[in-house]
T-cell receptor, first 110, second 112 residues
Framework: GQQLNQSPQSMFIQEGEDVSMNCTSS?????WLWYKQDPGEGPVLLIALYKAGELTSNGRLTAQFGITRKDSFLNISASIPSDVGIYFC??????????FGTGTRLTVIP | IAGITQAPTSQILAAGRRMTLRCTQDMRHNAMYWYRQDLGLGLRLIHY???????GKGEVPDGYSVSRANTDDFPLTLASAVPSQTSVYFC???????????FGPGTRLTVL
């Protein structure tokens, strides 16, 4: 399957700090998606990106679809305790298959 | 609106037994998917269905089968469970023109 490298694997930050995580691939994707997963629950879609270069915001979250179509990043500004969770990037191929990164585990220290 | 429901929430199963995981969505989405999530490996696609009556193999289909008799239901069957199928299983659905997949709450399966 497709290999999506997501980094960092985990982060410990102070409440109020900004967070940045990214995802890279050796393959081109048509769509990038960012999900958040809370313990014991399914992933929840945060942001969808459909075009190379696209920059999209959702509240304190901002994500970009890389120009090469092989990478994407997610920024969270002014983190709060409820931002805790695992964040997954996912890339959608032309054949409509979705491949996930291995996740970034975020811990916010109050 | 419930979205996507999965049953059971969790199950412990003896190796060699047959097991069906149920998934139902009420969003009238065309496409449905089954993933397994293992520590350090993220989510991997097992099988998918783009529309009722059709199914396809994902990244890790071996040992699993699916059916899609109608739009709402997409059961996943393990014909003869093995310990390596211990995992958390997520069902998802999406609209045909959207590609944004919505996930169920998951089924935690342990095969002994």
């Amino acid at each position: 399957g497709q290999q999506l490298n997501q980094s960092p694997q985990s982060m410990f930050i102070q409440e109020g700090e900004d967070v940045s995580m990214n995802c890279t691939s050796s393959s081109i994707f048509n769509t990038w998606l960012w999900y958040k997963q809370d313990p014991g629950e399914g992933p929840v879609l945060l942001i969808a990106l459909y075009k190379a270069g696209e920059l999209t915001s959702n509240g304190r979250l901002t994500a970009q679809f890389g120009i090469t179509r092989k990478d994407s990043f997610l920024n969270i500004s002014a983190s709060i305790p409820s931002d805790v969770g695992i964040y997954f990037c996912a890339g959608l191929t032309g054949a409509n298959n979705l491949f996930f990164g291995t996740g970034t585990r975020l811990t916010v220290i109050p | 609106i419930a979205g996507i429901t999965q049953a059971p929430t969790s199950q412990i199963l003896a190796a060699g037994r047959r097991m069906t995981l149920r998934c139902t969505q009420d969003m009238r989405h065309n496409a449905m998917y089954w993933y397994r999530q293992d520590l350090g490996l993220g989510l991997r696609l097992i099988h998918y269905s783009n529309t009722a009556g059709t199914t396809g193999k994902g990244e890790v289909p071996d040992g699993y089968s699916v059916s899609r008799a109608n739009t709402d239901d997409f059961p996943l069957t393990l014909a003869s469970a093995v310990p390596s199928q211990t995992s958390v299983y997520f069902c998802a659905s999406s609209d045909w023109n959207n590609n944004e997949q919505f996930f169920g709450p998951g089924t935690r399966l342990t095969v002994l």
